[in-house]
């Protein structure tokens, strides 16, 4: 049974910062790329940042600067770094992870607002 499990989200002040994590378990996690998307209400999900098993990074253009992905194999866990936060940054954050378009898989989502 595949788990996308992700924490770390919650309340912070513009400007500030969070740190989001997605724990694995189920796959060979060091083969499949991980990503971070977002989603508000009446939105589509839009893709926030992602990473491939060999370690390379692409990042939407709203949060390039701010926002950083990274992945531990050993712990089977990707990260989501989240500094300078801004109120548009308000949104669930949903954990993916994709193996050559073929298996594809969903957490359940973390609630992040950014709210003075």
């Known amino acids: 049974q595949v788990q996308l499990v992700e924490s770390g989200g919650g309340l912070v002040q513009p400007g500030g910062s969070l740190r989001l994590s997605c724990a694995a378990s189920?796959?060979?996690?060091?083969?499949?790329?991980m990503g971070w998307y977002r989603q508000t209400p009446g939105k589509q999900r839009e893709l926030v940042a992602a990473?491939?098993?060999?370690?390379?990074?692409n990042y939407a253009d709203s949060v390039k600067g701010r926002f950083t992905i990274s992945r531990d194999n050993a712990k089977n866990t990707v990260y989501l770094q989240m500094n300078s936060l801004k109120p548009e940054d308000t949104a669930v954050y949903y954990c993916?992870?994709?193996?050559?378009?073929?298996?594809?898989?969903w957490g359940q989502g973390t609630q992040v607002t950014v709210s003075s």
């Open positions: 993916h992870a994709g193996l050559s378009g073929t298996f594809d898989f």
């Open positions: 189920g796959i060979i996690f060091r083969l499949y790329a």
């Open positions: 990473i491939t098993r060999d370690e390379f990074t």
